[in-house]
């Protein structure tokens, strides 16, 4: 479907983003070269009168996406995770980038979920609401289950919806190719990386299997984690365009004056906002990236109560560990040791010098260390962290630029609740009980532990690996004697042995 035919789609696009007051932001944003930006003006000057008006009490970058539609608002979304690509500025405008749209019939959704699960809704569902809340990809209803009498929240896919974003998708890989043809300067920003990663977040957010199954997982994860709760999957009356969760009964955590009247401590529940996510960022790897306000709820026991798995992130161990460290050093003011992991994981080249790359972290630490509790933040922090690497070489990760994201985020909504919130103190036990755990004598041994138990399951294979190995020598005329062969077969057959009993060994440790 990529081709000319989606060049209208462009010129719609960028008669929208001229009317709208945005060409401007994204070019400079983009750090547009002179041959894109008049090629941008021929597409969008002549044609402004056939874009779209927008809303105009909102700023330019989220006034056009929003009048563009669905597919340009979850661009929006996703790209303001990508302060690396379109700037702090845009970024800051997506981020509250509105995501209300008009609903689609009741009875259409009924539709969806009778085709979808292969059951009359009627003999699901007790009651069921006319929309509570309509986004740019599904909408949700409220539900009673007929079976149970528990009250439901049903999301379902916009009809039509895949098709409508795959011709978007389209009109955005053409895009990416102008931008290519006319710009190779801004081949840097990686534009056909940057539509592919949006791809591929979408189709997973267009089959509600994959958003269950976050769901499921974050829910399993957090089982033992006070004071939060992740609502149950209704596994019966989910599938690809239908998914179905506990509803959560809570005040919104917007809503600061009826928290407070509902007698709940804001300030307790500010701080495990923030420790609930570096638990589930350090300890499990896999953490809400998109935890704000409106995905939140407190509950009548005060509980925080997660919504909205579409976005998650995940952090392998490597990376857990490396993140841990560069905090905890950042901490105790231990610019060298910062110096040190950023060198050892190799996020650095070797080549640099690591005294000078210390002492320009010293530069990002003592400002902010030196400000008042209130104003210091661990998302700026890692924003002018990101600053320093990158002039010492580090590439872009975009795992980090999405956990910096929503560590700005989850301060946010901490300091909405208290205002006076100390980051380094609350999040300074996460950090070392995870430290503790995770690095040190007792992280070795479980690191050998695991290593030696995936050996031992090559213990079978090794004589004939040996073999292999030395018929392949024999044939290149380098083979040793028969007896050596034997020998060697013999050891390596042995040395899988002891691999294994090592491994069960430690591993009882």
């Keep these: ?41 021929v597409l969008g000057w002549p044609f402004a009168w056939l874009g779209h008006p927008g809303d105009e009490t909102q700023p330019p970058a989220t006034r056009a996406l929003s009048a563009l539609g669905p597919a340009y608002i979850k661009f929006g979304q996703v790209l303001s995770t990508r302060p690396d690509v379109v700037g702090d500025e845009v970024a800051g405008q997506l981020r509250v980038l509105q995501d209300k749209l008009p609903p689609f019939p009741r009875d259409e959704a009924l539709a969806t979920i009778a085709s979808e699960l292969g059951i009359d809704p009627d003999e699901l569902f007790s009651h069921f609401s006319e929309p509570v809340a309509a986004a740019s990809i599904a909408q949700v209803h409220k539900a009673t289950l007929r079976a149970t009498g528990e009250e439901v929240a049903v999301k379902v896919l916009r009809p039509g919806i895949e098709r409508a974003f795959q011709k978007d998708v389209d009109a955005f890989y053409l895009a990416a190719k102008v931008i290519d043809l006319l710009a190779p300067q801004a081949r840097r920003l990686k534009p056909m990386d940057v539509i592919e990663h949006f791809e591929g977040v979408v189709l997973g957010e267009l089959d509600l299997r994959m958003e269950s199954s976050s769901a499921a997982e974050f829910a399993a994860n957090t089982a033992t984690d006070e004071g939060f709760r992740v609502p149950r999957v209704e596994w019966g009356a989910s599938s690809r365009r239908v998914m179905t969760l506990g509803w959560a009964h809570g005040i919104s955590a917007s809503d600061v004056v009826a928290i407070e009247t509902a007698g709940h401590d804001r300030h307790a529940l500010g701080e495990r906002v923030l420790q609930l996510f570096l638990k589930h960022a350090l300890r499990d790897g896999f953490f809400h990236a998109d935890m704000h306000q409106g995905n939140l709820k407190i509950g009548a026991d005060g509980e925080i109560i997660a919504l909205d798995f579409g976005i998650m992130g995940r952090l392998d161990e490597y990376t857990r560990r490396v993140y841990a460290e560069i905090i905890y050093g950042f901490i105790r003011k231990d610019y ?112 050998l532990s695991r290593t030696f138990v995936i050996l031992s399951r090559f213990g079978p294979k090794l004589p004939d690996m040996a073999e292999s190995l030395l018929m392949a020598q024999s044939q290149s005329r380098i083979a040793p004697a028969p007896r050596r062969m034997r020998w060697l077969a013999v050891g390596a057959g042995f040395g899988g042995f002891v691999v294994a009993v090592l491994a069960l060994v430690i591993g009882a440790l």
């Design 1 to 41: 479907m990529r081709g000319p035919h989606n060049i209208w789609r462009l010129i719609r696009t960028g008669a929208t983003l001229e009317r709208t007051g945005a060409m401007t932001v994204v070019l400079d944003a983009f750090q547009a070269p002179a041959s894109l930006r008049m090629a941008a003006r």
């Design 336 to 447: 060298r040791r910062v110096a040190e992991v950023h060198f050892e994981a190799g996020y650095v080249p070797a080549d640099r010098d690591i005294d000078d790359f210390a002492r320009a972290l010293r530069s990002v630490g003592e400002p902010i260390f030196g400000m008042d509790a209130s104003r210091i933040s661990m998302g700026r922090l890692l924003s002018y962290l990101f600053e320093v690497t990158e002039r010492f070489g580090m590439e872009t990760r975009t795992e980090l630029i999405l956990l910096q994201r929503t560590m700005v985020v989850v301060e946010g909504v901490a300091r909405s609740l208290n205002p006076q919130i100390n980051i380094w103190r609350v999040a300074q036990p996460v950090v070392e009980d995870y430290i503790r755990d995770n690095v040190g004598p007792k992280a070795m041994l479980r690191d």
